[in-house]
């Protein structure tokens, strides 16, 4: 689960990070309110003004401006707040800003003394340990640092049975050329993170830019975080933070009917058990011509209601001119999962595109018969090449 830059440096305050400072505003009225209580608070007198949207590259797409005054905290978050946000990382029609962060200025006007650099956490799946990546180079997107400067990319793994170690922060410090007290605030910083990582179960932490201030503070500036949706029963309170505005509005209508749905581009809906066999799915629909529109694995109960809930689910994305349910019979019996879709695309009474069904496993005989017998228009097979050379002919 993704979370808004102000959620996550939520969290990251909570661990003891130091954070740029920030308060969340739906409305321009609230923004200057928060502008003035954050100059009450920290003295700063410059705000920045930050989309809240669950994409990258805000900066770049006209998403952070600073603002000089109350009129132009006002000015710029009216602008901001309600306009659709077109960064390298949205699609082409952008995001809709709901909320802008409004934060104190940590860069001090008139200085040039600070640095940024780049700092992520994550998982390191070769070798299935955690480990903070970092750079000197921050401030700008880390694949453009990637493809030209890659030395200057360093990665610290680390020990799950030992934790970060002190020495480890030290080096992470000392190659980001840091001395004295910014030497001292680094390894704090850094340690105070990864604990916050470990804590929170997160899956992925990004803070691009760390600010080292004139006054060698290290600051999270930004904070991309996202947490492991498996670990989200243990932390109520991360999970009330979900947003559902920022997600594909069919997947979290599947999730709430527990179907496990990722929605794709192509044309042809699929419907099948098993994450494997709805891979294996996907790649035959590939190679019949078609593109698969959907990941759709309904799970091991692939009864009359969770078929029914998984067209319903297929059917409200427009492109799909045909649907492939592909169902193994193992524990479940093919016969069921037959008068499930029997039941199903009688209950919905409107489907238009053509439906293949293979059944293959327990029972998948019984399950041909009925379907045939329903005199609905389904077409039953129970070979996986037939069922997508019948996807290829509809498809024609
Ligand atoms: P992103 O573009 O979505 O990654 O958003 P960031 O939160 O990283 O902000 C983009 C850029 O805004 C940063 O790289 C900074 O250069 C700038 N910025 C952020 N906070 C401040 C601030 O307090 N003062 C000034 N002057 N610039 C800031
Ligand atoms: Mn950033």
């Known amino acids: 689960m993704n979370l808004h830059e102000y959620q996550g440096k939520e969290i990251l305050n909570s661990f003891g990070v130091r954070i740029q400072r920030g308060i969340v505003a739906d409305n321009s009225k609230k923004a200057v309110e928060a502008a003035k209580q954050l100059t009450a608070e920290t003295g700063t007198g410059w705000h920045v003004i930050k989309a809240q949207v669950h994409a990258g590259g805000r900066g770049k797409g006209g998403g952070v401006k600073l603002a000089k005054s109350l009129e132009e905290v006002e000015s710029i978050s009216k602008e901001i707040i309600g306009m659709m946000l077109i960064t390298p990382q949205t699609s082409a029609e952008g995001k809709k800003v709901n909320q802008v962060l409004i934060c104190e200025d940590v860069y001090y006007p008139g200085e040039s003394e600070h640095e940024e650099f780049y700092m992520s956490v994550l998982l390191n799946r070769a070798t299935g340990r955690n480990m903070i990546m970092y750079s000197t180079e921050g401030g700008m997107d880390i694949e453009t640092v990637a493809e030209n400067t890659p030395h200057l990319i360093f990665t610290e793994e680390i020990d799950p049975a030992t934790g970060l170690l002190g020495f480890q922060a030290r080096k992470i410090a000392f190659n980001?050329?840091?001395?004295?007290?910014?030497?001292?605030?680094?390894?704090?910083?850094?340690?105070?993170?990864?604990?916050?990582?470990?804590?929170?179960?997160?899956?992925?932490?990004?803070?691009?830019?760390?600010?080292?201030?004139?006054?060698?503070?290290?600051?999270?500036v930004d904070a991309k975080v996202s947490i492991d949706d498996n670990a989200l029963y243990r932390h109520k309170d991360y999970a009330a933070m979900r947003d559902f505005r920022e997600e594909n509005a069919?997947?979290?209508?599947?999730n709430a009917v527990g179907l496990n749905y990722v929605d794709l581009d192509g044309n042809v809906g699929c419907m099948v058990n098993g994450a494997g066999l709805a891979m294996a799915t996907m790649d035959l629909i590939k190679q019949s011509g078609g593109e698969p529109a959907n990941f759709l694995d309904v799970g091991g109960t692939a009864d009359a209601e969770r078929v029914e809930a998984g067209f319903r689910i297929i059917l409200k994305d427009p492109n799909v001119k045909a649907i492939l349910v592909n169902i193994f019979g193992g524990i479940v019996r093919c016969d069921r999962v037959a008068q499930g879709v029997v039941d199903a695309y009688t209950n919905m009474g409107n489907i238009e595109v053509p439906i293949i069904v293979r059944l293959q496993g327990t029972n998948a005989k019984e399950a041909q018969e009925l379907i045939q017998k329903s005199g609905l228009d389904v077409i039953s097979v129970t070979e996986f090449q037939e069922a997508a050379d019948r996807v290829k002919e509809v498809l024609a």
């Open 250 to 254: 069919i997947e979290v209508e599947a």
């Open 176 to 220: 980001l050329g840091l001395s004295g007290n910014a030497f001292k605030e680094m390894t704090k910083f850094v340690a105070s993170l990864y604990t916050a990582y470990v804590e929170s179960d997160s899956s992925m932490f990004e803070i691009n830019p760390v600010l080292k201030t004139s006054d060698n503070k290290i600051i999270a």
